[in-house]
């Protein structure tokens, strides 16, 4: 079943932009500036973006709009 929690997918774009994560870039690129910065996955819970960033499915990421579609498949899969 797929995760609805709008919070989280907010969450993760105000950690893009904390991070300074800009394109194109690749995977480890993203993990090495978001670092240990913390993601709210659902009203009682975070884990470090790195691990959301490490799930999700490509190694390079041209522009955000290929970003969020990764991560929004990554959600959808669950």
């Keep these: 079943m797929a995760k ?7 969450q993760v774009y105000k950690a ?3 991070a300074g994560i800009g394109f194109p870039c690749t995977k480890a690129e993203c993990v090495a500036k978001a670092g240990d910065l913390m993601i709210k996955t659902d009203p009682e819970h975070s884990v470090p973006m790195r691990e959301i960033l490490e799930k999700m ?10 970003f ?5 498949y ?3 899969r669950g």
């Design 68 to 72: 969020y579609s990764a991560y929004y």
């Design 57 to 66: 499915p490509l190694e390079r990421y041209e522009n955000g709009a290929a």
């Design 74 to 76: 990554m959600i959808q």
């Design 16 to 18: 893009v932009r904390k």
């Design 4 to 10: 609805n929690f709008v919070l989280e997918t907010h």
